[in-house]
Nanobody, 121 residues
Framework: QVQLVESGGGLVQAGGSLRLSCTAS????????MGWYRQAPGKQRELVAA???????NYADSVKGRFTISRDNAKNTVYLHMNSLKPEDTAVYYC???????????????WGQGTQVTVSS
């Protein structure tokens, strides 16, 4: 079994900051890419940021310059540092990991349960 557990969401005023964390655990052989998506009410889930095992990153245009994704490979953990938050950043944030499991061929994507981020104006 594999679990991704997120933490760090909450309520913050516009202009504030939050840091999200997500740790993967279980029968993991290797994690390639990790990332964060978000879904606001009535909208589709969208990519926020992604990072490869080697540290290459990709960001949605709407968060460039404000959000930073990082990871600790030794801890199977990915972080999302969010600065200058805006009300439009309000959403449920989900982390994901593309990983290989011990004894199982192929890589699969796993998701966390989501954490609510609410930015008040």
């Amino acid at each position: 079994q594999v679990q991704l557990v997120e933490s760090g969401g909450g309520l913050v005023q516009a202009g504030g900051s939050l840091r999200l964390s997500c740790t993967a655990s279980g029968s993991i052989f290797s994690i390639t890419a990790m990332g964060w998506y978000r879904q606001a009410p009535g909208k589709q889930r969208e990519l926020v940021a992604a990072i490869t095992r080697g540290g290459s990153t990709n960001y949605a245009d709407s968060v460039k310059g404000r959000f930073t994704i990082s990871r600790d490979n030794a801890k199977n953990t990915v972080y999302l540092h969010m600065n200058s938050l805006k009300p439009e950043d309000t959403a449920v944030y989900y982390c994901n990991a593309d990983l290989l499991r011990a004894g199982i061929p192929g890589a699969y994507r796993y998701w966390g349960q989501g954490t609510q981020v609410t930015v008040s104006s």
